[in-house]
Nanobody, 115 residues
Framework: QVQLVESGGGLVQPGGSLRLSCAAS????????MGWYRQAPGKQRELVATINRVGTTAYADSGKGRFTISRDNAKKMYLQMNSLKPEDTAVYYC???WGSGLDAWGQGTQVTVSS
């Protein structure tokens, strides 16, 4: 099993920055890709960014140039979000794919961008 816990959400003004963290535990060495997803009220969950075990990253168009995904070891992943916009308001979820294609999700952290 893999367990994920997010932190770092909150309220920020437009143009501000936030750094989200995701702590992984359990069978972490079987994780081969991790990512961030978000879900705004009334909308489907959408991909934000992914990073694989060799550090290759990919971003949705909505975050390119503003968001940076990173990992510092098998246990921690981050999402640095700059130049935040009101449309970035959502619950952000940490995701991991591990083992034979199993998915693990965190409980989510709220990000609100508002003046």
């Amino acid at each position: 099993q893999v367990q994920l816990v997010e932190s770092g959400g909150g309220l920020v003004q437009p143009g501000g920055s936030l750094r989200l963290s995701c702590a992984a535990s359990g069978n972490i060495f079987s994780i081969y890709v991790m990512g961030w997803y978000r879900q705004a009220p009334g909308k489907q969950r959408e991909l934000v960014a992914t990073i694989n075990r060799v550090g290759t990253t990919a971003y949705a168009d909505s975050g390119k140039g503003r968001f940076t995904i990173s990992r510092d070891n098998a246990k921690k992943m981050y999402l640095q979000m700059n130049s935040l916009k009101p449309e970035d308001t959502a619950v952000y979820y940490c995701h991991a794919r591990w083992g034979s294609g199993l998915d693990a999700w965190g409980q989510g952290t709220q990000v609100t961008v508002s003046s």
